[in-house]
């Protein structure tokens, strides 16, 4: 049964490592969405690993990595990455790692354009400055370069001159900032064109053969459905599909491939970025959290905004997902704590909200309904059979499943690849 991992939250659950735990059982990961706005940190033995681009499961010695359609991709930052994984001695090779031709390209002028854009708006997104967002418009907007035109010279210089036109005076007119140059940007990309080119592919067509095969596939999903950029906190999200749907338009697979849905959820909550967050610790909590669980960003460095448990968006991510499983990332963070809670509904203007309000305003200024927990005061970083866990952690991880209807299988007591539970 081919499965996919999506994030329950606001990304940075701990996808990567429990991708990287669950890819030695299949034989190809396919991520399927986003680009190096990404950050999926992979700890083995002594050596800590942060991908962006690449699945996790490159790691793995004998199986296939797959960037697919769905993804935008900076030949840039995905060669430095690349080449940052050939030099720690791993083998990168058209033979297991494939690029999809279709895969749209993130531009240096969509980069910038990010960062102006936030500059000009009162309401930042606090984006990660990698282009996301432009390269994704300019996909829709059928202005986008996709991987396979770095292999043609030709479509390459009509599609840039066409797209410099418009970006240049955009730059100039609107920004005040000076133009791009058509002869640099078309010479470096052609370049970073052959040095992809074993990699690219019809990857559709691949994972077609793949499955007639019986080859089993993981699809990674990087952000969380709360960055979804139709079911997250709009317009604070990123801008691809991150819920387990998105497989289907960023790989070219059919709905009826994927069997099983593990989603991350990290036993607290965090953001980076701006947004509503309406669990959100005061500021000595988040301190202490942040401190506890090393939360920064993966990509950016950001602190992260830590948060109690919020099983309102958990409740909301398991339905738009069809969650089968949940992998509860991180529980050791929370050893120390004498209580823990859990907010089981909002409260705004004396309405009590159960379900997932999409107002902003709504979402921005409830108060949430806690339920309170007694705290477990034992490390659990040791743990590797369920029972062994103390009973307060059970007794958290049981309201948590009681909550969201759907048994967690996997409980993360640590960041390293053997700190696993798994029921
Ligand atoms: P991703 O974007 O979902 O892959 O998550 P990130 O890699 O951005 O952030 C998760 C962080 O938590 C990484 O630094 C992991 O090494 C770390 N991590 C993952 N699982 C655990 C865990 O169970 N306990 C602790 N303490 N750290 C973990
Ligand atoms: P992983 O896969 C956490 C956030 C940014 C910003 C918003 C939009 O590691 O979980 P973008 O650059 O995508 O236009 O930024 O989305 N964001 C993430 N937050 N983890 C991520 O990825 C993220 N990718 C984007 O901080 O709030
Ligand atoms: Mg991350």
């Known amino acids: 049964m081919n499965l996919v991992v999506v994030g329950a939250q606001w990304g940075d659950e701990g996808k990567g490592k429990l991708i990287d735990i669950l890819s030695e059982k ?12 990404a950050g999926h940190t ?14 996790s499961a490159i790691l793995r010695t ?7 359609n769905g993804v935008v991709i900076d030949p840039k930052a995905l060669l430095e990455e690349i080449d940052g994984l ?61 991987v396979i035109d770095l292999l043609n010279p030709k479509v390459l210089k009509s599609k840039l001159a066409d797209n410099l036109n418009e970006k240049n005076d955009i730059f100039s007119k609107v920004y005040g900032v000076k133009n791009y140059d058509f002869g640099e940007i078309y010479k470096e990309y ?41 079911f997250g906190t709009y317009p604070f999200v990123t801008s691809s599909n991150a819920i387990s749907g998105g497989v289907c338009a960023g790989a070219g697979v059919s709905p009826g491939c994927v069997g099983q849905v593990v989603a991350a959820l990290k036993a607290y909550t965090t953001r980076v970025g701006e947004g509503p967050f309406p669990t959100e610790f005061d500021k000595k909590m988040d301190d202490l959290i942040r401190s506890k669980g ?11 905004r830590c948060g109690w448990f919020d099983a309102v968006l958990s409740r909301y991510a398991v339905i738009v997902n069809g969650v089968t499983d949940l992998a509860i990332m991180k529980l050791d963070v929370l050893d120390d704590l004498d209580t823990v809670e859990i907010a089981v509904a909002y409260k705004f ?26 705290g477990w005061k034992t490390s659990t970083k040791g743990v590797r059979q369920y029972k062994k866990l103390p009973l307060e952690a059970r007794r958290y991880i049981e309201r948590i499943e009681s909550l969201l209807g759907v048994r967690v299988k996997y409980i993360s007591v640590g960041s390293k690849r053997d700190e696993i539970i798994i029921r």
């Open 26 to 37: 299949v034989d190809i990961t396919v991520r399927y969405q986003g680009g190096n706005n």
């Open 42 to 55: 992979v700890i083995v033995g002594e050596k800590e690993y942060i991908f962006h681009l690449i699945p």
């Open 62 to 68: 004998g199986k296939v990595c797959v960037i697919g």
């Open 86 to 146: 050939k030099k720690r001695g791993l083998s990168i090779n058209g033979e297991r790692f494939k690029i999809s031709a279709n895969a749209h390209v993130v531009m240096p002028y969509h980069r910038v354009m990010d960062q102006l854009r936030e500059g000009k708006r009162e309401n930042k997104i606090g984006t990660t400055g990698r282009g996301i967002g432009p390269c994704y418009s300019d996909k829709v907007g059928r202005m986008g370069i996709r």
């Open 190 to 230: 052609l370049n970073f064109g052959r040095r992809l080119k074993s990699y690219i592919c019809d990857t559709s067509l691949y994972l077609h053969e793949a499955m007639k095969k019986q080859k089993k596939i993981l699809f990674e999903g990087a952000q969380g459905t709360f960055l979804d950029i139709d």
């Open 294 to 304: 090393h939360e920064f960003g993966a990509t950016t460095g950001r602190p992260r």
């Open 349 to 374: 203007k004396g309405k009590i909200y159960k379900d997932y309000p999409h107002d902003l305003e709504v979402l921005s200024a409830a108060k949430p309904v806690y339920e309170k927990w007694p």
